[in-house]
């Protein structure tokens, strides 16, 4: 299984925060096609420009390998505190 | 030290006690930032964090902040989830042996948490609700660093 975060309006788009992907994708790329085939939307959104990606918390760039029980967060620009 | 919290905090509470037992600090300079109604415009703000990975980022801003200034102790305390006009929302505390690390430090932290820490912060109103991106003056604040 993978975790998937959505944050700020991502998640209002998506309309949820968390969901369990299973079984885990295997790479960046393939989770992004998996949640687009669902929501087209979602999945455009996603790969605007300004939206990071943080693999088990720490920020990634470009494309990535999964591993089973992995944490994926899609991170739209910060607002700042 | 850093904390998040989603409860009210007193401001004046944690600076009392971030002063107490300094027998060799000279300088505790602070800033308190409150959240604003917009004159009725909004009704509350909901800030959303990263758990985990929000208080890593900020602690990597207070490192900085440490390695730039003369610093004894810092505390960084930020809400989370909801908030009311005029309740705090960020505490910021710094102690030094002298008074301009401690103002300096306080600007720069405030700076950097204004621009760079990872919050979502939605504004709610009697007119609905968005979501607010960096004013391009935060970015020109933290400009004046580099």
Not at chain 1, 54 to 79: D, K, T, W
Not at chain 2, 20 to 43: D, I, N, P, Q, W
Request: glycine fraction near 8%; charged fraction near 25%.
């Amino acid at each position: 299984m993978a975790r998937v975060l959505l944050f700020g309006p991502l998640r209002d788009l998506a309309g949820w925060r968390e969901r369990v992907l299973e079984p885990a994708p295997r790479s960046l790329a393939e989770l992004r096609e998996r949640l687009a085939h669902e929501d087209a939307a979602l999945g455009e959104a996603l790969a605007a420009p300004g939206v990071q990606v943080a693999l088990n918390q720490a920020i990634v760039r470009g494309e990535a390998a999964l591993s089973p029980g992995c944490e994926v967060a899609f991170l739209p620009p910060m607002s700042g505190g | 030290m850093i904390e998040l919290t989603d409860q009210p905090f007193d401001p004046g509470a944690r600076l009392s006690d971030f002063c107490a037992g300094r027998t060799e600090t000279g300088a505790v300079a602070s800033f308190t930032g409150l959240a604003r109604a917009e004159a009725g415009g909004t009704t509350r703000l909901e800030l959303e964090a990263y758990p985990g990975f929000t208080e890593r980022q900020i602690g990597e801003i207070a490192r900085a902040a440490q390695a730039r200034f003369d610093l004894q102790d810092l505390l960084i305390v930020h809400r989370v989830g909801e908030i009311a006009p005029g309740e705090a929302i960020v505490f910021v505390a710094c102690a030094a042996p002298h008074r301009r690390a401690a103002f300096e430090a306080c600007d720069y932290l405030m700076d950097y948490l204004k621009s760079r820490a990872p919050f979502w912060k939605k504004e709610h109103g009697p007119e609905g609700a968005r979501w607010i991106e960096p004013r391009a003056q935060d970015h020109a604040d933290i400009a004046r660093w580099s």
